[in-house]
């Protein structure tokens, strides 16, 4: 009771402060017209155009400064100063500042807690800089802290994620060198894993990715998002999974298998069944849509099936006993790059970059309780649309295409859009902080469970205008990369 009625309390606070920092677009001084014209956007929320013009904006991060810090793949990182006129009124001022030009740098970037040293992925290794925020720049040269993570073949991204609940463990996401990757089967290659490494003890030597560090998980395609829950320490995946593929010699790649949501457990030292295990990947997959799977008995959404002839060992019994399965899975070939809590482990906000089938291309929310999600292993409707492009049939060439994800201090979300060169602010048009609303206590106003409309805005307050806002081991195609 008391925490329901300090929960209305703050809508209440929120609700005075969105009187005098008013949210709409058209009341900014400046805006930025989206490159492919208005999102999609939920009922009682906004967003709008923070900076353009960027190339392939894939990592963003805040630093203690307010910067917004942007890896630019295949340029570096840069750094832009916004100006802030409250609520969605924010926008970048000038040209970005760089600070380490170097065009390895392709996705991965992380701050360490007392914002001092700056962390950034190549496709083979983990670097780190000494930092300055007052002065927005590297105070060092490059140190490589993790090395040897492999050919630039394939999926070529490395997540970075620093732990807040246990102090100087960074963990990378190494992804697969093709479509359907036989090296991932090797537990020593280090391929298809996310580990996590002790960086606040090395010091002239970097570790080597395959040999060293904790095993969080292994059988895992392509684990492009990394999040820590911040009140358990839980740590989750979403990863994309294999395209172009057959069960029993039956393509049923339209559908299946899902995108996968997993859990890693804890870094504490504390023993659960799944950490270090095999997640399935490249001979177990979670099914989408089980009507369209041949043999189909016992599949529900979720279920870790075999392809069906790759061998006699592998069926899918092999599958569903000694394999992790998924805690949520999504539609096939939606693509989700980046996994953000809110403060309150309410809420897991999902960024779907999209694939060749035009699905995803939107940002998304999944409601969390007690360190899991609150819908079961077996649910369709956990992702929740928030911000979506409203053409599908104009994806890939004239749609954005979520990638990072960053909270300012303030609990605005950013994204990033690595196709149009574009980060995106979202905000509630309640003027409440986006990073306090969660699935389970509703969605500012209607937004559970409604599919995102464009002219959405007859729930909206009034005063408040919303903005209208991929024999399958032979069968390797070009690899979507993402
Ligand atoms: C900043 O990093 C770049 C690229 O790694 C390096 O060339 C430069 O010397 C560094 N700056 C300082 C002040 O050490
Ligand atoms: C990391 O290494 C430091 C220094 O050796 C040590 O104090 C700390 O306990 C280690 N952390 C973990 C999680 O193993
Ligand atoms: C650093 O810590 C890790 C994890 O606790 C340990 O495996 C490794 O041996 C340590 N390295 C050094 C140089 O102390
Ligand atoms: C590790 O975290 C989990 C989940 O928060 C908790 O249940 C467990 O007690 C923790 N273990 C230690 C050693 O702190
Ligand atoms: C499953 O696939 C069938 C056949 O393509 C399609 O009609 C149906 O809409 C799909 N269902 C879902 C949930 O994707
Ligand atoms: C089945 O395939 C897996 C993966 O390729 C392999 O590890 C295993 O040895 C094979 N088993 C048989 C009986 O061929
Ligand atoms: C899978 O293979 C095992 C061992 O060969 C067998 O016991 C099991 O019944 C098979 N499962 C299916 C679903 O065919
Ligand atoms: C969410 O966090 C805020 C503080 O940021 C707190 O006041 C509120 O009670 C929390 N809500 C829930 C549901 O835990
Ligand atoms: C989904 O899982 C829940 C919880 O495990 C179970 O109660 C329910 O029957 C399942 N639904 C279907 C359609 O199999």
């Not at 809508?11 to 999102?39: K, M």
């Not at 994620?161 to 463990?169: A, N």
């Not at 043999?295 to 006699?312: H, L, P, R, W």
Request: hydrophobic fraction near 35%; charge should be negative.
């Amino acid at each position: 009771m008391t925490g329901l009625k300090s929960l209305l309390a703050l809508y209440f606070i929120a609700g005075v402060q969105a009187q005098s920092s008013t949210a709409s677009a058209a009341s900014c001084s400046s805006t930025i017209a989206p490159a492919h014209g208005q999102p999609s956007v939920a009922a009682g929320w906004q967003v709008n155009v923070v900076a353009s013009g960027l190339r392939d904006p894939r990592g963003i991060l805040f630093d203690g400064e307010g910067h917004l810090l942007v890896v630019q793949q295949g340029y570096g990182i840069s750094s832009l100063e916004l100006t802030d006129d409250a609520g969605a009124c924010v926008r970048a001022t000038g040209d970005p500042t760089d600070i380490i030009v170097d065009e390895s740098l392709n996705h991965g970037i992380e701050l360490s807690a007392d914002g001092r040293t700056l962390y950034a992925s190549s496709p083979d290794a983990v670097h780190a800089w000494d930092y300055d925020a007052s002065q927005t720049r590297n105070t060092s040269g490059p140190r490589e802290v993790i090395g040897q993570m492999g050919a630039s073949d394939g999926h070529v991204t490395r997540t970075l994620l620093l732990s807040k609940k246990v102090d100087g463990m960074l963990l990378v996401s190494r992804g697969s060198m093709s479509n359907l990757d036989p090296s991932a089967q090797d537990i020593s290659t280090g391929v298809s894993t996310i580990k996590a490494f002790n960086i606040s003890n090395n010091t002239d030597s970097s570790y080597n990715y395959a040999e060293d560090g904790l095993l969080l998980g292994w059988g895992l395609r392509n684990s492009v998002g990394v999040a820590e829950d911040p009140a358990t320490g839980g740590i989750y995946s979403v990863e994309n999974s294999v395209d172009n593929f057959e069960r029993e010699g039956q393509n049923i790649h339209q559908n299946n298998p899902g995108e996968e949501m997993n859990f890693h457990g804890y870094l504490n030292g504390t023993q659960t069944e799944e950490q270090g295990k095999n997640y399935g990947y490249p001979s177990c997959f979670a099914a989408w849509n089980v009507s369209t799977i041949p043999q189909n008995e016992g599949i529900q959404v979720g279920t870790q099936f075999a392809i069906g002839d790759q061998n006699a060992t592998i069926n899918d019994t092999y599958c569903q006993n000694d394999h992790v399965p998924p805690r949520l899975t999504f539609a096939a070939h939606m693509a989700p790059l980046d996994i953000k809590f809110n403060d309150n482990a309410t809420a897991a906000w999902v960024s779907f970059h999209g694939s060749w089938r035009p699905i995803g291309y939107k940002l998304s929310v999944i409601g969390f309780e007690n360190g899991s999600p609150t819908e079961s292993a077996n649910s369709s409707t956990a992702a929740i649309d928030i911000v979506s492009n409203p053409d599908l049939s104009q994806c890939p060439d004239n749609c954005f295409r979520p990638v990072g994800l960053a909270w300012d201090s303030q609990g605005r979300l950013f994204m990033s859009s690595d196709s149009t060169g574009e980060i995106y602010v979202v905000v509630r048009t309640d003027g409440g902080s986006a990073n306090e609303a969660s699935p389970s206590s509703g969605l500012p106003p209607s937004a559970t469970g409604a599919a995102p409309s464009a002219s959405s805005s007859g729930s909206a307050p009034r005063e408040f205008k919303v903005s209208q806002f991929a024999a399958v081991f032979a069968g390797i195609l070009a690899l979507p990369l993402v």
